[in-house]
C-alpha cells in the first residue's frame, strides 16, 4: 500500500540524515554541543514526545483547514477566472508575484494585522499552498477538452457545472497529485508561520528549541513532522486513489 | 545499499568526501606571515559591537601581527559550534550558550566578559506604576521571549519574589512591538543599548516617558556576552590568543574612551547604514555604561560570581542537567 | 429542403494560402450524401464553416429552412464517470428511447452497453458516438469519419440501417473510402485543392439502400467519376 511505502521511504531518509550527522560527528570528533549522540537525541525524544507530538498534531490541523481553505478559494478563483481571458491572466501575474514574496517578509506584516492567534497561522499556511494549488486549477480549467465537450456544445447541453466536472475528471490525476503535493506546502507553510509569528505548533516548539541550541530536540521535531507529513500525503494519496477508483473504475 | 556501495565510483566519491570532511578543519591553519583567524560575533553589526569593529578598522589586530576577519553573527549563527567546526578561532557567545555547551561535554574557554551589566532589560512606562520591589511586578503582564534568555532571567526573579506563574501575565513576544506600543503588555524586552534607545525616542515623541528595569538591581545578574576560543587554540597557539585578546581589549577600551567618541561613531556608521546618528551617539552612551560601568573600569574582566550565578539559575530551572563548574573555563587573558 | 454554397472563399487567419476561393455547389433534397477528398484538402474546415464553427468567412450558405447542423467526428468521446448506456439515457429523449434500441442493436453494441466508454474499441467508440448524434434533433448531421476502426461489414449494415431510419434528413459523410462513397452515397461532394476550378465537382453516387442487387460495373463507373474528380 501507498502509505507504508511512504512511512519506510521516510525512515530511510531520516535515518540516513541522522546517519550522516553522526558519521560527522564521530569522524571529527564533534562535542553533543554541535552534533548531539544517538543517546541524546533518545533521551530527548522520551523527553518531548509527547509534548511535540501534540505540537505536531496541532500544527497539522491548521496545515490541514489551511489547505482545504486555499483548495476552495484555488477551485472559486480557478472556475470563474477560467474564461475571463484578461482575469485569468491578471490572477495568474498576481498568483505569480506574490509568491515570489519571501513569507518572512510578509508575515510580520500579517502578525501585525493579525496578532499571534490561529488567524496568523491558518493566513500563512493558505499562502504558502494556495498559489501553486490555484495555478494548477487554474491551468485545468482553462483548457477545454474538445473531443468530449464538443458533443454538449454543438448540441446545446453544456452548462458551466458539465464543463468542470469533464475537466475536473479529465484531469483528476493531476489534481489528486497536486493536492496531495499541496499538503508539504500547507505544513511548511504553517510551521514557518508559527516559526515568526505564533505561540503554539511545532514551529514555535523548534524556535524555542533554537534560542537553547537544543539540535536534538530539533531532530526529533523533524522526525515528527515528517512522519506526520508521510501518513497525511498517504491518506490523501490513498484517498485520491479511492476516488478515482470509485468515479473513473480504473 | 549493499549494490550502490558496490559501485566503484559512488564509493570512490564517498571516500573523497569523507577524506575533505576530516582534513578540513587543517585547512584554516596559520600560514602566513600574518596570523589569520576568524572572530565570529553573536549578533549583527551594531553598537553592541562597537569595540570588535573598532580593532579591527583601526588596525589593532594587525599591530599584534593578527590578520583578524570579523564575522558578523545572527540568530543561526553559533561562535561555539565554529570553534568545534574549526570555522573559527574566537567568537562572542552568551554565558547561557557557554554553559548549555559544557554541559553537552563541548570544549570552550572564556577568555573576556564584555558585558558587565547584561543588556536584557524590560521597558515600561514609569507615569502608570514604578517598580521598587520584585512584588510591584504582581499582576502585570510582562513580555517574554519564550526559550529566550529573558525567559530564564524572568522566571529567576519570580521565583526570588516568590510570585508564581498565576500572579503574572507572561506575554509571547516578537520581533513587533506593537502590542507594548498599544499599552497591552506592561513590560517589553529590550536591549538597552540598542533597540531601546530606538523605542524610547518614539514613545518620547508621543510624550510617554520610559524607565528599564534592570534584573541585576534586583540580584539576578545573569552574564550576557563574552569572547570565547577553544582550549585547543590555547593550548597551540597561546600567544595568538594572548595577541588577540589584547589587541581587542584595546579596540574597546578605546572605542569606549570619551575622547574617541566622533572615531567611534565613524567606525560604526561604516557597518551600520541605516541607524541615524544621534541614534548612534545614545546607543554607544548606553554601551560604554554596560561595558565600562565606571570610568577606569578594565573593560573585559570576567565577574566569576556572576558566572556562577548565571550556572545557578541554570541548572535550577533544569536547563543544565548537572554542575559544569563554569568558574574552571574562565581564564582571562586581559592584558591588566 | 435544399441546401446550398455560393463562392466560399476562406483561408485561415496567417496563413497565405486559402483553404477554399469561390467555392460553390448545391444539394438539392435531403438524403445520404458524402464529402470526398485528399487529405489536407479542407474537408473538416468546409465542415466547420457549414455548422458555423468557423465564421471568418466571404460567400453564402444557404440552408433553406434547415436550423440544426451537427458536426461530429471520430476523436470523439463520452465522459468516463459513467457507463456507455447511462450516458446515452441522459443525452437521448425519453421520445426516442425506441429508436435507441434499435441503433444500439444495429450497431451491434448491445453487450457492450454497461461499459465506460474508455473500456470500448475504438471502433466500438465510434459506434456509440455516432449514435448519440442521429438522435438529437437536427437537419443535417456531418459525419467525419464516424466510422473508422469499424469493419467494413459492419460498417454497410451501419449505413444501410442509418439511411432506413432517416430518409428525410441531410446527412454529410466524410470518408476516405471510395467504394463506399460510391456505393452509398446520394450526391459525392469531390473537393479539390485550392487552386482547381472548379474546387468542387458533384458526381452521382449509386445510393444503395437496403435489399437491392449490387450493379458491379455502374459501381465502377461511378467510383472512377470519383477518382478522376479528385485527382
Not at chain 2, 183 to 194: D, E, G, I, M, S
Not at chain 2, 274 to 281: F, Q, R, Y
Not at chain 3, 47 to 62: L, Y
Not at chain 3, 124 to 150: H, T
Amino acid at each position: 500500500m501507498l502509505l507504508h511505502r511512504r512511512i519506510y521511504q521516510f525512515f530511510i531518509i531520516y535515518l540516513m540524515g541522522v546517519a550522516l550527522l553522526l558519521l560527522l560527528k564521530y569522524s571529527l570528533n564533534l562535542s553533543d554541543y554541535v552534533i548531539p549522540s544517538l543517546i541524546d537525541i533518545w533521551h530527548t525524544g522520551i523527553d518531548v514526545f509527547v509534548r511535540y507530538f501534540s505540537d505536531v498534531m496541532n500544527t497539522l490541523s491548521v496545515a490541514v483547514v489551511g489547505q482545504i481553505v486555499s483548495l476552495l478559494l484555488a477551485f472559486l478563483i480557478g472556475i470563474t477566472g477560467r474564461q475571463a481571458t484578461w482575469f485569468g491572466s491578471f490572477i495568474k501575474v498576481a498568483a505569480y508575484n506574490v509568491q515570489a514574496y519571501p513569507i518572512v517578509a510578509i508575515a510580520p506584516i500579517i502578525f501585525i494585522l493579525l496578532g499571534d492567534g490561529i488567524a496568523t497561522r491558518l493566513l500563512i499556511a493558505a499562502m504558502i499552498c494556495y498559489f501553486p494549488l490555484l495555478l494548477s486549477v487554474l491551468g485545468i480549467m482553462a483548457e477545454p477538452i474538445t473531443e468530449i465537450e464538443h458533443f454538449y456544445k454543438v448540441t446545446g447541453r453544456m452548462r458551466w457545472q458539465l464543463e468542470i466536472k469533464i475537466r475536473a475528471f479529465e484531469n483528476l490525476n493531476k489534481l489528486t497529485t497536486v493536492i496531495a503535493g499541496s499538503a508539504t506546502l500547507a505544513m511548511a507553510g504553517t510551521i514557518v508561520a508559527e516559526f515568526i509569528a505564533a505561540n503554539a505548533g511545532i514551529g514555535y516548539s523548534i524556535r524555542v528549541a533554537l534560542y537553547q541550541s537544543d539540535l536534538a530536540k530539533i531532530l526529533i521535531a523533524l522526525f515528527l513532522i515528517g512522519m506526520t507529513l508521510s501518513v497525511y500525503q498517504g491518506l490523501l494519496e490513498a484517498t485520491g486513489y479511492a476516488v478515482r477508483k470509485g468515479w473513473a473504475r480504473i | 545499499m549493499k549494490g550502490i556501495l558496490k559501485n566503484k565510483s559512488i564509493r570512490r566519491t564517498m571516500i573523497l568526501t569523507l577524506t575533505l570532511m576530516l582534513v578540513w578543519p587543517n585547512f584554516v591553519e596559520p600560514a602566513a606571515a600574518k596570523e589569520p583567524a576568524t572572530y565570529r560575533l553573536k549578533w549583527l553589526f551594531n553598537a553592541s559591537v562597537v569595540g570588535d569593529l573598532y580593532a579591527d578598522v583601526h588596525n589593532l589586530f594587525a599591530a599584534k601581527g593578527l590578520d583578524v576577519t570579523v564575522k558578523e553573527g545572527g540568530p543561526e549563527r553559533d561562535a561555539i559550534r565554529e570553534l568545534e567546526m574549526g570555522r573559527a578561532q574566537f567568537g562572542v557567545a552568551s554565558a547561557d550558550q557557554v554553559i548549555r555547551a559544557l554541559d553537552k561535554g563541548a570544549a570552550v574557554v572564556v577568555i573576556a566578559q564584555l558585558f558587565q551589566i547584561n543588556p536584557l532589560q524590560w521597558i515600561y512606562r514609569p507615569e502608570k506604576f514604578r517598580i521598587d520591589r520584585l512584588e510591584d511586578l504582581k499582576g502585570k503582564k510582562l513580555g517574554v521571549t519564550f526559550g529566550g534568555n529573558d525567559e530564564t532571567i524572568l522566571r529567576t526573579l519570580l521565583a526570588k519574589a516568590g510570585i508564581t506563574e498565576k500572579d503574572v501575565t507572561l506575554f509571547s513576544v516578537r520581533y513587533d512591538y506593537t502590542p507594548f506600543y498599544k499599552h497591552k503588555v506592561n513590560f517589553w524586552p529590550v536591549y538597552r543599548n540598542t533597540q531601546a534607545i530606538i523605542l524610547s525616542e518614539k514613545l518620547r515623541k508621543e510624550g510617554e516617558p520610559v524607565a528599564f528595569f534592570n534584573p541585576a538591581e534586583f540580584g539576578v545578574r545573569f552574564v550576557a556576552n563574552s569572547v570565547i576560543t577553544s582550549p585547543r587554540m590555547i593550548q597551540e597557539h597561546p600567544a595568538t590568543v594572548r595577541n588577540f585578546t589584547e589587541a581587542l581589549m584595546l579596540g574597546w577600551t578605546q572605542a569606549l574612551d570619551f575622547n574617541n567618541h566622533p572615531k567611534a561613531i565613524k567606525t560604526l556608521q561604516r557597518f551600520d547604514k541605516d541607524t541615524p546618528v544621534h541614534i548612534l551617539d545614545q546607543q554607544l552612551n548606553e554601551t560604554r555604561k554596560l561595558i565600562q560601568p565606571t570610568p577606569g573600569f578594565k573593560v573585559g574582566t570576567i565577574d566569576v560570581a556572576a558566572w556562577k550565578q548565571t550556572e545557578k539559575i541554570m541548572l535550577d530551572q533544569k536547563q543544565i542537567s548537572t554542575p559544569v563548574f563554569v568558574e574552571k573555563v574562565l581564564k582571562s587573558y586581559i592584558p591588566y | 429542403m435544399r441546401f446550398s454554397c455560393r463562392d466560399i472563399t476562406f483561408k485561415y487567419p496567417d496563413a497565405s494560402n486559402y483553404v477554399f476561393k469561390n467555392l460553390s455547389f448545391e444539394l438539392t433534397e435531403p438524403g445520404f450524401n458524402a464529402l470526398f477528398g485528399p487529405s489536407g484538402v479542407g474537408k473538416t474546415s468546409f465542415a466547420k464553416i457549414i455548422t458555423g464553427e468557423i465564421k471568418e468567412f466571404s460567400g453564402e450558405i444557404s440552408t433553406d429552412s434547415m436550423k440544426i447542423l451537427l458536426y461530429s467526428y471520430n476523436l470523439e468521446r463520452l465522459p468516463g464517470w459513467s457507463s456507455v448506456g447511462k450516458h446515452l439515457e441522459k443525452i437521448i429523449p425519453l421520445s426516442q428511447k425506441s429508436k435507441k434500441d434499435e441503433l444500439v442493436e444495429a450497431f451491434g453494441l448491445k453487450e457492450f452497453i454497461g461499459a465506460r466508454f474508455s473500456q470500448l474499441s475504438l471502433g466500438q467508440q465510434n459506434r456509440v458516438n455516432l449514435i448519440r448524434y442521429l438522435l438529437q434533433d437536427f437537419q443535417m448531421l456531418i459525419m467525419d469519419e464516424s466510422l473508422a476502426n469499424v469493419d467494413e461489414l459492419t460498417r454497410e449494415k451501419i449505413l444501410l440501417k442509418i439511411k432506413d431510419m432517416f430518409p428525410q434528413t441531410f446527412f454529410l459523410y466524410i470518408s476516405h473510402n471510395v467504394i463506399e462513397v460510391s456505393k452509398f452515397c446520394k450526391q459525392i461532394l469531390v473537393l479539390r485543392s485550392a487552386g482547381k476550378i472548379p474546387q468542387v465537382i458533384t458526381v452521382e453516387g449509386e445510393n444503395y439502400s437496403t435489399l437491392q442487387q449490387v450493379d458491379k460495373q455502374k459501381l465502377e463507373q461511378t467510383m472512377l467519376e470519383v477518382m478522376n474528380a479528385s485527382s
